[in-house]
């Protein structure tokens, strides 16, 4: 079958760094996407990984090794706006997504 | 329009009642996707068309049919709602169907079926 695991929770302080993981088993891989999700709202696209690495786009960085089947969203200077949740979806090999149940990040001040 | 769209914003259905929601989306993507969203699962995909014309099933489509009669419109259509179809469904569209294409997602429709 097709998994994608994550954190259901996690809390971090305003102004620290919190790392998100998600370990995935999927048929096939196309690719890695992190989304984020605030209460109430639509989810909006953060990163997509294809090829193993770090991929730094401001405060947000998403790393990805395809062999461990493992990926993680890394958030610095964390900002009260932070507070939502954070989602993780492979492209299987029919390149749809299957999601992760999504990792809720409480920032305490 | 900006964007992707969808309407209604809520309902509120009485069990055995057909229903349609509807998503429209001006950005000319090709792919489009209904996902239902329940606490404590991940989006889940009910049904996808790749272009117009052309629909699909995905992960959960029983009881919800789709139709894509033009690029820009997507309706998700209920035929006798259970209360098992109590989520938000989300509509989504993106560039391409055949990966690496982000997801641009519509702002739900919250439904609740007694």
């Known amino acids: 079958g097709q998994n994608i695991d994550q954190p259901t929770e996690m809390t971090a302080t305003e102004g620290a760094i919190v790392q998100i993981n998600c370990t995935y088993q999927t048929s096939g891989f196309n690719g890695l996407f992190w989304y984020q999700q605030h209460a109430g709202e639509a989810p909006t696209f953060l990163s997509y990984n294809v090829l193993d690495g770090l991929e730094e786009k401001g405060r947000f960085s998403s790393f990805l090794s395809r062999s461990k089947g493992y990926s993680y969203l890394l958030l610095k200077e964390l900002q009260m706006k932070d507070s939502a949740s954070y989602l993780c979806a492979v492209s299987d090999s029919n390149y749809q997504l299957i999601w992760g149940a999504g990792t809720k990040l409480i920032i305490k001040p | 329009i900006a964007g992707i769209t969808q309407a209604p914003t809520s309902q509120i259905l009485a069990a055995g009642r057909r229903m349609t929601l509807r998503c429209t989306q001006d950005?000319?993507?090709?792919?489009m996707y209904w996902y239902r969203q329940d606490l404590g699962l991940g989006l889940r995909l009910i049904h996808y068309s790749n272009t117009a014309g052309t629909t699909g099933k995905g992960e959960v489509p029983d009881g919800y049919s789709v139709s894509r009669a033009n690029t820009d419109d997507f309706p998700l259509t209920l035929a006798s709602a259970v209360p098992s179809q109590t989520s938000v469904y989300f509509c989504?569209?993106?560039?391409?169907?055949?990966?690496?294409?982000?997801?641009?997602f519509g702002p739900g429709t919250r439904l609740t079926v007694l």
């Open positions: 989504a569209s993106s560039d391409s169907g055949s990966g690496g294409g982000e997801q641009f």
């Open positions: 950005m000319r993507h090709n792919a």
